[in-house]
């Protein structure tokens, strides 16, 4: 079974809300400095520890950075690129994390043609099978895909890329429902999935590559193309 996406209750996934809330909002603009922490912990009445937690998930999504002897800032878009400036920041961080994915994944798929043991083709193909059940539900699909792709890097049995997926997963997960109504590709990454299975099956390590390369390249263009669309709207609407 896949597990469930757990529904936040500690202190400082509430935090992460409230900062999230003012960047969206625009009350903390692209390159503003975040309020002192002293002044955050009296009016968001949490502790140091919870403040400074829900600072490092933050940055995890891209949403903050921390600049030496500066302090913590609302982190700027790139700069470049044909949607800079015109999508939420957490959407230019989504796209970031898909540019690094293509760089990555392919190498991970490669070693797991390599390392793959029975056990390991024996949960893929149950994950599989599992994956098929409910296409329909965007949370059965991000749950599934973040599962399948932990299982491929946990088939390297190398722990660093373990940690990779784990760690670029958490920016998908935290908003996952906007992310896979935007995809909307329902069977298309399950088939690539299983062709991929093939491809470790047969210890093929190019085509496992190449496989993976096309798969989050048809990603990254699929949300480029959904957010220009958004944009053009918007512009439109205006």
């Given at each position: 079974m896949v597990e469930h996406?757990?529904?936040p209750t500690k202190i400082y996934e509430k935090v992460v809300e409230e900062i999230k809330d003012l960047i969206s909002k625009g009350i903390l603009e692209q390159g503003d400095p975040l309020p002192p922490e002293r002044h955050l912990m009296d009016q968001l009445g949490v502790s140091r520890s919870s403040l400074r937690e829900a600072f490092r998930v933050l940055e995890s999504l891209g949403l903050i950075e921390s600049l030496p002897g500066k302090g913590r800032f609302v982190r700027r878009c790139r700069?470049?690129?044909i949607l800079s400036g015109k999508v939420p920041l957490a959407d230019e961080a989504v796209l970031e994390l898909v540019e690094a994915r293509r760089v990555?994944?392919?190498?991970i798929a490669s070693e797991a043609t390599k390392h793959a043991t029975a056990p390991d083709l024996t949960r893929m193909r149950r994950l599989l099978t599992t994956t098929g059940e409910d296409v329909e539900s965007l949370t059965h699909r991000a749950e599934c895909d973040y599962a399948f792709h932990l299982l491929l890097a946990e088939t390297t049995?190398?722990?660093i890329y373990v940690n990779i997926i784990k760690m670029t997963f958490n920016l998908i997960m935290a908003?996952?429902?906007r992310i896979y109504a935007l995809l909307d590709d329902k069977e298309i990454f399950l088939k690539e999935h299983e062709e991929l299975y093939d491809a470790i099956i047969a210890r093929d390590h190019e085509l496992a590559?190449?496989?993976?390369?096309?798969?989050?390249d048809r990603v990254y263009k699929t949300l480029l193309n959904a957010l220009a669309e958004e944009n053009l709207s918007g512009e439109i609407m205006e």
């Open positions: 996406i757990r529904i700069g470049d690129g990555l994944e392919p190498v049995h190398n722990f908003t996952h429902e590559a190449s496989i993976t390369s096309k798969h989050i």
